[in-house]
């Protein structure tokens, strides 16, 4: 079992930035492709992006790209999505997940655990 716990979230104005962490226990994340999704009302859970058990191969959502990073820190059992240029539309909860296998999966049935979530919201 790999429990998840997401911080970081907030309130921004848009062109701010935001750095979200997921601290993992239970489990070493290297055996795990890691994900951030997010979840706007009314809408589905969408991807952001993903990285691969060695961090090496990472995968972003169009919107994301150029913007957001993931980054991982094994050793702290740590992952991390740094957002920059937000804009009202990122409004949303965010939610880390753990892949078992390693490799990076865009749809949240690939996924096996996850973290509560952390609300982002950008105002504008």
């Known amino acids: 079992q790999v429990q998840l716990v997401e911080s970081g979230g907030g309130l921004v104005q848009a062109g701010g930035s935001l750095r979200l962490s997921c601290a993992a226990s239970g489990r070493t994340l290297s055996s795990y492709a890691m994900g951030w999704f997010r979840q706007a009302p009314g809408k589905e859970r969408e991807f952001v992006a993903g990285n691969s058990w060695s961090g090496r191969t990472t995968n972003y959502e169009d919107s994301a790209k150029g913007r957001f990073t993931i980054s991982r820190d094994n050793a702290k059992n740590t992952v991390y999505l740094q957002m920059n240029s937000l804009k009202p539309e990122d409004t949303a909860i965010y939610y880390c997940?753990?892949?078992?296998?390693?490799?990076?999966?865009?749809?949240?049935?690939?996924?096996?655990?996850w973290g509560q979530g952390t609300q982002v919201t950008v105002s504008s």
């Open positions: 997940a753990a892949r078992t296998g390693g490799r990076i999966g865009n749809r949240s049935y690939e996924y096996d655990y």
